[in-house]
């Protein structure tokens, strides 16, 4: 699917929010008459699938985060954030091109050069605007570390060790603390690219 302000969907707010595209997806799981499901969210999607496990969590049967976190943006990364709307303003084609090549583990960035300048061509055709929320969502969002510990159903993580973004020890703490299983893979930030089999391999047990 996709979310406001990427792909096909239009910008709907300033802000993207955590919240707002998790009520988008519930408008979607609405309109497919889907009652429940299992929850997988990637990075960003993994803040969305928390968000909805707050305000539904009947909805939810399992969930499982992919290079994703419950903790919110440390004051630093929430500054960082901040100078990449100043970026994207000045030069967001430099800005995209960086940011997407800094999500891959630098052993794997020349293997998949192909990939990485594939996302980054789709990126650039992203409204500039949307991009901006989406990143003032991010920025903005909620700590829902709480959310995940007192998550009683099936619950998992899947950890990247060279991931560039969450680093692995900082992140298989919150893990713990949070009771959730974690599987631990090769590769950095974009494992449904960097170890997809890897990834398959787990979400094919999870389900």
Known sequence: MDFPGHGKSGIISETHSMELMA????????????????FIGHSMGGYVVLAYAEMFPHKVEKLVL?????VADSEERRQNRDRALKVIDQNPQAYISMAIGNLFAESSREKFATEIEALKMEAYAFPIKGIKAAIRGMRDRKDRTEVLKNFTKGKCMILAEEDPILPLPETKKVAERCGVS????EGGHMSLIENWNSVAKYLLFIG
């Open 182 to 185: 974690v599987k631990i893979i």
């Open 66 to 70: 992919l290079n994703s976190t419950p």
């Open 23 to 38: 009520e988008i997806v519930e408008a979607l799981l609405q309109h497919l008459q889907i009652p429940s499901a299992t």
